[in-house]
């Protein structure tokens, strides 16, 4: 697929969608007034209402058919908690300055755009037809110097697409390196860039006032608030194994240069679930076989190393027994988030699952998937599915001592041999006064294999040598006086283990922008006009009221059905302006309203209604409870318009302007 | 009500409640695992439901009903912003710091635990009963070093009690002479005070890679980035007035010194609403009439100066009609504020509306009435409601530019007498030259009153003098030649004016807190057993489902019921663990689940159930059907367990330990 089309096969235009979006306050750059700031984004009353309405579903789909553990952990997080975890130190992206402008670009971005550049500029001097680059995560293509059009050698070009395929794996010298081999200059001033630094992604701040230097950070992950109270859910949890926590709320970036809208933004709202299992076992699920038979598309890693993006198509069960996918509760995940997507409106045609590079997984991820959905960005990473292994538990637990474990009473007991050591302390301590203490943490250190080779050279020598860092010259003599190693019995009557962690994480901003590309279409008519084909479960308003006309006397029925289209939980909206029927319910096909109920003057004399639906514009009229009753299933789901169409009479009036009869 | 009491009349623990929230996980301080940070605070599986119950009841209660528009804008706001809104300058605490200690307090805070220490050692001293202060914000009472049992002179004792009668209103001049002269000392230390200083309260951050310094704040309240979106908010509503915005999300408040558990946090959920009025007309609201005979417990501002805390209690209608709350907008908005506490459980009994003191406003206000909730520690403000005049509106539009203002087309054209000033530009460049422009803004500035008094002037002497900050002397002479003031008729066809705000603004963690206390109470019996009795509408699970014992038989029908529960939408956990029946119950009466449903063997052979209610511990038994039907009503509030227990044949099986029959 190598461009972008809309829901009916349009070709895709963005301004246009994003005109509309805008226009209609899905959302809006914040702080426009002030002249605005980069990555921020609020969201209007119809995005607001989508948002809360993916938000519920989510949490019904996840956190309620799965039974997991929702929490709702503080964004502002001290320092100590983010360096254990490695973020400090690797959560940065590498950063390239004009000295001569000042402008700061991210270096793999400027890489990325100056050769896709020039690529594009030698097909065009070739005369070959550009096709847009879709392998990667989308980045807003900006206008480059150096982009003449200009052929390029066979060889360069290929040097150039290999560097583009591995164009997340590249560190900072290596950006470097590129960016002087290739002779990419600052875009505007043709300038000698600086060499890549690393930029902490991470926002600082100081929390309280007595401290004198940033002590904290905005959460770049909901992910660390679960894993520190790990102990306390499983005791929640009744000591049960395995068992998801879920969360939902905003985390943040420092992005170096947010363009891409929606997509690359400094705050936004991420639903994440870290799901705990028994690392033995093959991380089984017991829900597995209720979904082995779905199909979904994959993008291996190995298809990807070929320089391919040809993705397979395979059921989950074929893909885990395989191992391409490693276990099945990662796969169980990657068939809930595919149905989850669905759910929202995605096109199934625009929605793959690719398997991240090893250079490109995050400091913390074992593997990876990404649910990667297409617009006209090209395919945008909107759900990871990570497995974190035992990593951020392990190195909590190792910093604070907290026991972010799992402790479980053998079935049988375990009888392990094994090499133990025992010291004489009595001895150790005069001899080595300060260093005892190190010396004894290095032999209780010593593994299993280390203490078999040293129990022979015990033996055999009558001492040994213990590698003991920082004291005296590194390594330490011990004799047999001090020392004695044996192998031993060792009966183990409770099993201790670190769970393994698989993470779908959702990036919920990413998610409602794809949606609303890939159900946005246009009716073609009179004018032209966009129309936002969104489910009714997730639609932000469901139904929209039209009286004709101010008539007076249509107002006691629109009081009447607005307050029991509330009763019946469905949310509505009365436009009771003075445009015309078809200028207000075009209004209202730009904001996705599925419903509309028009309220005219044979309304006043029986009681009926007309129900149209906005995909079709087709319409029925039928009594008042009959129509909302239809409405209840329709919203619900339980009924299609198809069917209500087909069992309720059709009416075939007017839709444009109106007149009293 | 000068101590706190559980639901039922008991006396009111703190130590308890608190130890059965965290037990419970409704919450727990955050990185606790890490020592902890104080001031934040998560939300573990009950709280988070609990949370969603309430923010998903507000958003009925108003946004729904009330047909708000509602907006998400960022956390991260850039300096300008609240620079202009005032927050930048004014939006801080008064801090003083212990020299010998490093220890920082809340000057504020300080002043009143140390006269409170020394008046209840006085009492102590006269012997007398000492009664807590409930009057205003609770602050959790430090231990003092000076609380010596020593009785004071009268004076002393007046002198004390009026200066906590005034806490709120002093300045960190202020402070810093109570400090001196009522020689309070650091309480570790006994050492002399710094001088208070001021704090801002913000959290700064650092916005993209190019600061140097932080150059961004967490917004301190969610009301700026709804100004900012006035003007698409309007039209997005069709231009059409009255109308509110609301937004649910976090603020942030750097507090000096929490304490006091959930309710001084430094990072917190808030639902705010602007409701937008034209202030000519005396803010009426459409909807008054349905409410003005509605009964509030008002304290007002008269009553507090005179050091008084007993209420009026007065219907809204003479409340707005006597001028005691300004006008029918706020007054519309207290009694929905009422409404909305009252659904979530507060006891009616202490929830009260107390008036701010002039000195106690925030900047921007120009009156306010608090929401307060009494729990153990006092009267807790939870709710403000707020009357921001055009403060906001204006100051943005007058720093961007913006026209943040409504424009309306007059039913009558209205026509205006007035002084108008020409100017004679040609002259006034070459006399004035770089000064020109500010002569010429200082004569547009002038007011109707000066203009009227200059064109006497002007007509006698020939000149005019007009008053030019910066420009010469500060006072500029125009002859006759250079201007020209005549009364005119002028015809105005649209109004401009700015809309006054008032805002509702809830502290959701404080309303949670709150209402955890007042739902609270401990059953008699074999142990004291605590009970939570929230409403079913935000319990935060509605039902529990308890199989007798983990026999097989059980289980097809624990999951046809969590299946058909989930399918009704009413959410439900299973405890299947094998403590006994009793035991479960116990468990969840402390989580707040109001309706257990016990599938026993009589379940096996006729599909009969019993459904147990928490707060009576009556239980009913019926049919499948019938039991599910009951649940579903009880849940969304259309019947009572009264009424259910009538209907439903009583169930008198034991609730303890359960046998196979």
Known sequence: MATSTTKTGQAMDRAVIESVLRRRLFYTPSFEIYGGERGLFDYGPPGCALQANVVDLWRKHFVLEEDMLEVDCTMLTPEAILKTSGHVDKF???????????????????????????????????????????AKDAKKKKKVKDAKIEKLDDAVVQEYEETLAKIDNYGGDELGELIKKFNIKGPTTGAELDPPKAFNLMFQTQIGPSADVPNGYLRPETAQGQFLNFQKLLEFNQQSMPFASASIGKSFRNEISPRSGLLRVREFLMAEIEHFVDPEGGKKHPRF?????????LLNRKTQLSGSTKPDVLTIGEAVSTGLVDNETLGYFLVKIQEFLLKLGVDHSKLRFRQHMANE????????????????YGWIECVGCADRSAYDLTVHMKKTGAPLLVRETRAEPLVIEEYQVDIDRKKLGPKFRK????????????????????????????KIEVSTPGVGSG????????????KRKRTEHVREYTPNVIEPSFGIGRILYSVMEHVFWTREGDDARGVLSFPPTVAPTKVLLVPLSNHPDFKPFIKKLTSKLRQIGVSNKVDDSSASIGKRYARNDELGTPFGITIDF??????????????????????????????QSLVDGSETWEQVAKRLPMFEGQETEATEK
Chains 1, 2 share one sequence.
């Open 475 to 486: 390594t330490t003599e011990l004799d047999k006086d001090l020392v004695k190693i044996e």
């Open 289 to 297: 076989e209720d979904v082995k038979h779905v199909e979904l598309t």
């Open 361 to 376: 997984m995050a400091h913390y991820a074992a593997d990876c998937w990404d649910a990667e959905l297409f617009t006209t």
């Open 435 to 462: 260093d005892a203490k190190a010396v004894e943490a290095a032999v209780d250190g010593l593994s299993q294999e280390l203490r078999e080779k040293l129990s022979i050279d015990l033996e055999k020598t009558g």
């Open 602 to 631: 044979q309304t006043v004399k029986d009681n009926s209604l007309t129900l149209r639906e906005r995909d079709s514009t087709k319409q029925v009229r039928a009594s008042e409870d009959e129509i909302l009753a239809a409405v």
């Open 92 to 134: 940065a992206d590498w950063m390239c300055k004009d000295p001569k402008s000042g402008e700061i670009f991210r270096a793999d971005h400027l890489v990325e755009q100056v050769l896709e550049a020039r690529l594009k500029a030698d097909k065009d001097a070739r005369g070959q037809k550009v096709e847009v680059d879709e």
